[in-house]
């Protein structure tokens, strides 16, 4: 079976551990950077990184209204920490505002949420659809899942109680950063989804 071609969205943020841990997960990797290159993958990731930036430079190069309509078609999209702020459908009011997202997502994000408390730290949880050991969860400057809408569905919760994961359809997001832990399952995971398995 010919592996998925999975993009990275790659104009800024963690691009080569993203790329590491898809190739490592049996996906062709590679950087998006131009329209042209948005054509060529079955799905994407969104890395983390700073939301307001990311969005800025989509807008700059040309790739936020090619984004929005593959990902209104169906793209299969995995995004972590700042990717998961641009697939929200709605930004709380509360964190830090944005100008625009990509939207996709049914949830209401919560920007730098766990900032007050601590800035970084980790957790071990247990993610639906990821078999075997908890996952190392590092949150960096993570939001969090303020809102799950009726379209999507939490897949982990922290020892606190807050919503870091969910899946819709096609569309996966993380609070946390898997690709910094050298633990794979995530992007196996999201490797199977864009494959359709
Ligand atoms: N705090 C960043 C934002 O709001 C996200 C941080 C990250 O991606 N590690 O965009």
Redesign the pocket.
């Known amino acids: 079976m010919t592996p998925p071609r999975i993009g990275v969205f790659a104009l800024q ?2 691009v080569r551990e993203h790329l590491l841990a898809l190739a490592a997960a049996g996906a062709q990797a590679a950087p998006v950077r131009r329209p042209a290159e948005l054509a060529g993958v079955d799905g994407l990731v969104l ?8 969005i800025k430079l989509a807008r700059a190069f040309e790739l936020l209204e090619p984004l929005r309509e593959r990902i209104a078609e169906g793209l299969p999209v995995y995004g ?7 697939l929200a459908d709605r930004v709380d009011a509360g ?2 505002p ?1 100008e625009a997202t990509l939207g996709g997502l049914d949830i209401t994000v919560r ?2 949420a766990f ?1 007050r408390q601590v800035d970084s730290f980790e957790e071990d949880l247990e993610v639906d659809g990821v078999a075997g050991a908890p996952v190392r969860a590092v ?5 969090w899942v303020q809102e799950v809408g009726p379209a999507a569905t939490p897949l982990a919760t922290t020892a606190a109680g807050h919503v870091v994961a969910v899946r819709q359809g096609p569309l996966l997001a993380t609070s946390f ?1 898997p690709e910094v832990t050298g633990d794979i399952r995530v992007h196996e995971m999201f490797t199977r989804i864009v494959a359709g398995r």
């Open positions: 943020g963690d890395p983390g990184g700073e939301s307001t930036t990311m972590s920490c700042a990717g998961m702020i641009l964190g830090s944005l920007r730098n900032g949150f960096i400057r993570a939001p950063h």
